[in-house]
């Protein structure tokens, strides 16, 4: 059964700061998906990643992957308050697998 | 456009009883997702329709758990005989393209409470 492991489950950040999120998943596929939940909410779509190198960007978000490696990568840069929300990544094996979340809170 | 929908929003019922849980997917999607999401969990697939079949059911945790699109638009998943277990959160996506890379877009959830 394929496994896609999260890491770390709860960040408490400082604004300003950076920080890395990271998925690991446990069989091939070379797509991956990052979606946002905010609380009570639905899933907000935020990267689709369709290949091995790919790296995309948007704000002060970047996801990047590696499917050699069996990772992907959220990255955070200089997180401000509203980024405060669980970040899922989600590989695609026609269904998706979702990790098992990071719940990010910024702090002021 | 209009995004995925999901009725109703708030489903309170009572252990053993039937519920009904629909889905309006985005218009001209072919491919419709059930999952599942648990407190404090990521969502967990159920179900996967391609038009009116259901392509991958695996998820379905048991028989009292049924999903059908007749029409190849709205779903409805089923719960039959309900348990308190059964209390989650409901949640449906659609994508246009099941085949090749497959963006999903999900919809506000229903929530599920078995008392």
Redesign the interface.
């Known amino acids: 059964e394929l496994k896609?492991e999260q890491n770390p489950l709860f960040l408490s950040m400082q604004e300003g700061k950076n920080y890395t999120i990271y998925c690991n998943y446990s069989t091939t596929s070379d797509?991956l998906?990052w979606?946002r939940q905010d609380p009570g909410?639905?899933?907000?779509?935020l990267f689709?990643l369709?290949s091995n190198g790919a790296v995309k960007q948007e704000g002060r978000l970047m996801a990047s992957l590696d499917t050699k490696a069996r990772l992907s990568t959220l990255h955070i840069t200089a997180a401000v308050h509203d980024l405060s929300a669980t970040y899922?990544c989600?590989v695609?094996m026609?269904?998706?697998?979702?990790?098992?979340?990071t719940s990010l809170t910024v702090i002021p | 456009g209009a995004g995925v929908s999901q009725t109703p929003s708030n489903k309170v019922t009572e252990k053993g009883k039937y519920v009904e849980l629909r889905c309006d997917p985005i218009s001209g999607h072919t491919a419709l997702?059930w999952?599942r999401q648990s407190l404090?969990?990521?969502?967990?697939?159920l179900i996967?329709f391609q038009g009116t079949g259901a392509?991958?059911d695996?998820?379905l945790p048991n028989d009292r758990f049924f999903a059908v699109r007749p029409e190849g638009s709205v779903s409805t998943l089923k719960i039959q005989r309900t348990e308190r277990g059964d209390s989650a959160v409901y949640?449906c996506?659609s994508s246009l393209n099941?085949a090749g890379?497959?963006?999903?877009?999900?919809?506000?959830?229903t929530r599920l409470t078995v008392l």
């Open positions: 896609v797509r998906y979606y909410k639905s899933l907000e779509s689709v369709l899922f989600a695609d026609n269904q998706f697998y979702f990790g098992t979340g | 997702y999952y404090g969990q990521g969502p967990e697939f996967y392509a991958d695996s998820g949640l996506a099941p890379w497959n963006e999903q877009f999900f919809g506000p959830g």
